[in-house]
């Protein structure tokens, strides 16, 4: 990467605005899943190591630009104090004289949290009034929060106007395993998009078709293509107005020599429920009162069997609704596949998808799993990242 990392600069008795993502899932004021806190120590234990005074900095849903009790970062502080083995002290305010006085009486090696930046409608604003009032509380920003990369806010990008600039090891680490596995991919290469979102992932379609070798198609996203091949799909999920991009890529793929994986057989329900009447059907014979929720047995054997094949898998979207129990088995089948390949390099992207790993209890035979959902997506779509682009060149 041609952009400064925390390791081109001095940050001993330095205040260091880090931004993290922290926007893990809570539950009744849990945390339910800590992969991003865990993902964000690296960077965090370098800075105390290394002397300087830590004022993190991180967003947690979408308060809309106010104050909203159960998106405060108080759970996040406590557990990531648990985690570092040290106190972190939080503030109820992300700026202000409260907060300077705070990081004024910070010592070196120090960990402060500030309250939820999305508190403040100037945040994803990029309002410059609020960029500066970040930029007045340190003297370096860090920006180690690849998951919100893609978004243009106050403590993402703005800030970088004010103060040097520069990567934390997550963001670094993100950007060098993407990056590599796009700008030179091991072969055969092979892209399995799945989920729900047919909007957002259309996008990423397009642009992988010039690079990889085996383009699969899962989730709810492979029925609009289902269509697109002149089939019936009753209830299933589809985008109708995407039908004729969905030609256009199948096309394309065949010109581009891209061998372009759909489902060939699918189970089907008749309600979207754990205890739903299902059977598993020919990709022809969708009965228009069903609804398809995963793929079926022959095609998890022909996805596995390409995975097995690959030498570069990126996944993003589960190949069916995996929260049921009832339509997991086509998601388990690609995540088992890869976990039995050992030679085949498996990048995770999605929350969704990273969940479904997590779930199977295969995590860790993949060999990077991304904190970044929308962010990845955006990076493999070949857009730029705002979050990044702003960073110190070196
Ligand atoms: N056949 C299907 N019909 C309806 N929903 C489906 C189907 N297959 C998968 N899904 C749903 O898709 C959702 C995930 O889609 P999504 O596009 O959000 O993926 P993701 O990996 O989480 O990406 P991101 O992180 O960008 O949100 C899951 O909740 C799953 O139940
Ligand atoms: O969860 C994510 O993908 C990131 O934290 C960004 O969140 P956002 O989509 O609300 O900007």
Redesign the pocket.
């Known amino acids: 990467m041609n952009k400064k990392s925390i390791r081109d600069v001095d940050v001993k008795g330095k205040r260091v605005f880090c931004r993290v993502d922290f926007n893990v899932p809570m539950k009744d004021g849990v945390i339910t899943d800590e992969t991003r806190i865990v993902a964000a120590l690296p960077t965090i234990q370098y800075l105390i190591e290394n002397g300087a005074k830590v004022i993190l900095a991180s967003h947690l849903g979408r308060p809309k630009g106010q104050a909203v009790e159960e998106m405060r970062l108080t759970p996040v502080a406590k557990r990531l104090g648990e985690l570092l083995g040290k106190d972190v002290k939080k503030t109820d305010e992300a700026y202000g004289p409260a907060v300077e006085a705070e990081v004024n009486s910070l010592q070196e090696g120090d960990v402060l949290l500030l309250e939820n930046v999305r508190f403040y409608a100037g945040e994803e604003k990029n309002d410059a009034e609020l960029a500066k009032e970040f930029a007045k509380l340190a003297d370096l920003f860090v920006n180690d929060a690849f998951g919100a990369a893609h978004r243009a806010h106050a403590s993402t990008a703005g800030i970088a106007d004010y103060i040097p600039a520069v990567s934390g090891f997550l963001m670094e680490k993100e950007l060098e395993v993407l990056g590599k596995a796009l700008s030179n991919p091991d072969r055969p290469f092979t892209a399995i998009i799945?989920?729900?979102?047919?909007k957002?992932?259309i996008g990423v379609i397009r642009h992988l078709l010039d690079k990889v070798d085996n383009l699969i198609i899962?989730?709810?996203?492979?029925?609009t293509f289902v269509k697109a091949q002149g089939h019936e799909v009753g209830k299933?999920?589809l985008e109708a107005d995407k039908i004729d991009l969905a030609n256009e890529f199948m096309a394309l793929a065949k010109e581009k020599g891209v061998n372009f994986y759909m489902p060939v057989d699918?189970v089907v329900a008749d309600d979207?429920s754990e205890t739903a009447n299902k059977k598993v059907v020919s990709i022809e014979e969708i009965p228009s009162d069903w609804?398809?929720?995963?793929i079926g047995p022959k095609t998890r054997e022909i996805y596995a069997d390409v995975i097995r094949n690959s030498k570069l898998v990126v996944w993003?979207?589960?190949?069916?609704?995996?929260?049921?129990n009832a339509?997991a088995e086509?998601?388990k089948a690609v995540a088992q596949a890869l976990a039995d390949s050992p030679d085949t390099y498996s990048v995770i992207?999605?929350?969704?998808?990273?969940?479904?790993v997590e779930k199977f209890g295969l995590a860790d035979k993949m060999s990077h799993i991304s904190t970044?959902?929308?962010a990845?997506?955006e990076f493999m779509e070949g857009k730029e990242l705002p979050g990044v682009t702003r960073l110190n060149d070196k």
């Open positions: 799945g989920g729900a979102k047919v957002d992932k899962g989730g709810g996203l492979a029925y299933s999920l699918v979207f609804e398809a929720l995963d993003n979207g589960p190949m069916g609704v995996f929260e049921l339509f086509g998601t992207g999605g929350g969704d998808s990273a969940a479904a970044g959902g929308g990845s997506l």
